[in-house]
């Protein structure tokens, strides 16, 4: 199972099961980098599940016609994705006394994110501390920002700020670690905290990473409404500012910003800028609404990125002299 290959559209996670027996009637052991390879199947498998129900024979034909049932067979596949990755590391990792560390479970993190709707409740349960201590794994940026994909990819902003500000270090504004650092205008920002318990997580909290404040920005976008109460969730206008915050405090940090995080802020802008966002003004024009909010978000983006490019230079001119 080389890795990084195109998946055939029959493929699906049971594939790796049968390789393993394969290579147990042939007298091969499976080492590490099989299980991982396996693992990156099931990603890629559920990953791709909406696209091969549509293409499906079976996926029936017309925009609207059965459309639930095509729904419900993605779920499906998705779960039994989620079960045979988690077999390959409880049952059949464990019966070659292979114990999973750092990447297994980011690989299990990425079968979660993956699956339609994203797995949370197994994404939460990989990173709980004391899972990981019994694995004798270590909380790290890698296995966190994991978890915030999962919640970034399900739309619940809310709570990936909330793992951001109570399971992450603090960094001052030199970029180096500050415990005593408060970030509680995050939470502030998305409604107050969730989980009570998550603040009192007593474990080793790691620094974030760039891939940490792109995960946030694009958890702006990915944002969605609770069908049960549309009214509870943040405004565009809120997640707007929010993405942007995240991304000054990014730059403040001493992170450098790439493609994807600007790239993340322009997907922002296109998802709550200016049509798909809520009048800032009641009673005003919404002709003349849409634009003040379309020039507040040029703005925005204007500023942030003139931020950027005057921190470079300082810092090419400390260098340089």
């Known amino acids: 199972l080389p890795q990084h290959v195109s998946m055939p559209l029959h ?3 049971s594939t790796g099961l049968c390789v393993l027996q394969a290579m147990h009637a042939v007298g091969v052991s499976p080492n590490r980098q099989t299980f991982h ?57 464990a019966a070659e006394s292979i114990v999973p560390d750092e990447e297994t479970v ?53 709570t990936a700020f909330e793992i951001f500000s109570t399971r992450y270090a603090k960094r001052s504004t030199s970029g180096k670690p500050d415990v005593d650092r408060n970030l509680d205008d995050f939470d502030g920002d998305v409604g107050g905290d969730l989980h009570g318990n998550s603040a009192d997580i007593k474990s080793v ?12 920005i694009s958890a702006c976008a990915r944002a969605v409404k609770n069908p049960s109460s549309p009214d509870s969730g943040p405004t565009s206008a809120a997640l707007l500012q929010l993405a942007f915050d995240a991304y000054k405090q990014m730059v403040e940090e001493g992170i450098s ?11 922002v802008c296109a998802k709550h800028a200016p049509t798909n966002a809520l009048r800032l003004v009641p009673g005003k024009d919404e002709a003349d609404e849409e634009r003040r909010h379309t020039e507040r978000v040029i703005a925005l983006f204007e500023a942030s990125v003139s931020d950027v490019t005057q921190k470079r230079e300082k810092a090419a001119l400390a260098r340089a002299g």
């Open 11 to 13: 493929a699906d996670a």
């Open 37 to 93: 390879n396996i693992l990156e199947l099931c990603a890629a498998v559920a990953k791709s599940s909406i696209q091969r129900a549509d293409r499906s024979p079976t996926a029936p034909i017309g925009p609207n016609c059965g459309r639930k049932n095509v729904v419900a067979s993605v779920e499906r596949a998705s779960q039994e994705v989620l079960a045979v990755s988690m077999a390959v590391v409880n049952s059949h990792m």
């Open 106 to 158: 980011a690989l299990q993190l990425r079968v979660c994110a993956s699956c339609t709707p994203p797995a949370l409740s197994a994404a939460i349960a990989l990173v709980d501390p004391n899972e990981l201590q019994r694995k004798g794994v270590t909380p790290t940026t890698k296995l966190l920002n994991g978890l915030l994909a999962v919640y970034s990819r399900a739309g619940d902003v809310a």
């Open 205 to 216: 909290r790691p620094l974030p990473s760039r891939g940490t404040y792109n995960i946030l």
């Open 257 to 267: 910003p790439d493609h994807i995080t600007l790239t993340s802020l322009l997907h």
